[in-house]
């Protein structure tokens, strides 16, 4: 490894270590994790896993056949609720439509097909697509966030409107195509822009990637 985008990585996994991401039991928990932090943290999303779980709605047929309503109040902690339990609704309905709510299938489809369906879900953008691609469904896409445009512009390997796909092919193209390190290198980058890489007041001085500026 010799590209900076590798010594990024390099540099990161050696200071951090490992990230251990997604923080679920299932491929379905990773999946409805994928669409309930879309704008908020984490440990909001937790919360709303949890009342799922305590609810015993969990799973594809479960959460199908739950209200609406009822849905947006077990999941009120992950914020935009009403809007939420729609996408989850959508997510679910093209689930059942296309794999008859069975996740082994899903992973047996064609990565670039399968970004292509999920991408046309109602709510579902090219972040938590390639969320629920990579990490709930084991096939190598690079995710892309805005921790990852935010340090990569400020090191200048990207402009600040950069979009999306380009940004993401700077990675896969710089990177061998394995599902470890994708896995790690996002789970890293995460860990950078908020511990140290901040929106505001970036901590150069307490930063791993100090000496690449
Ligand atoms: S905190 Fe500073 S050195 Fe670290 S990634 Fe951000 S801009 Fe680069």
Not at 25 to 31: D, G, I, Q, S
Not at 68 to 88: E, F, P, T, W
Not at 120 to 135: K, R
């Amino acid at each position: 490894m010799a590209n900076p985008i590798s010594l990024i990585y390099e540099e990161l996994y050696r200071h951090f270590g490992a990230q251990h991401w997604w923080p679920a039991k299932t491929r379905f928990e990773v999946m409805v994790g994928a669409i309930l932090t879309q704008n908020t943290n984490w440990s909001n999303v937790e919360r709303a896993i949890n009342n799922l779980k305590k609810n015993k709605s969990l799973g594809p047929h479960k959460l199908r056949r739950l209200p609406r309503q009822k849905l947006a109040r077990l999941i009120k902690s992950a914020g935009y609720y009403n809007i939420k339990a729609k996408r989850l609704k959508e997510f679910l309905k093209f689930l059942f439509e296309s794999y008859q709510g069975n996740i082994k299938k899903m992973c047996l489809a064609d990565t670039q097909e399968l970004r292509r369906q999920l991408l046309s879900v109602n709510g579902i953008g090219p972040e938590t697509a390639d969320s629920m691609l990579l990490y709930a469904l084991d096939k190598p896409v690079f995710v892309v966030d805005s921790y990852t445009k935010r340090i990569l512009s400020r090191h200048r390997f990207i402009r600040d409107d950069e979009d999306y796909e380009t940004i993401q092919n700077l990675f896969m193209q710089s990177l061998k195509k394995d599902i470890k390190i994708f896995n790690e290198f996002h789970a890293l980058l995460v860990r950078l822009g908020k511990d140290a890489c901040l929106k505001n007041k970036p901590r150069c001085d307490i930063c791993p990637l100090r000496k690449m500026r």
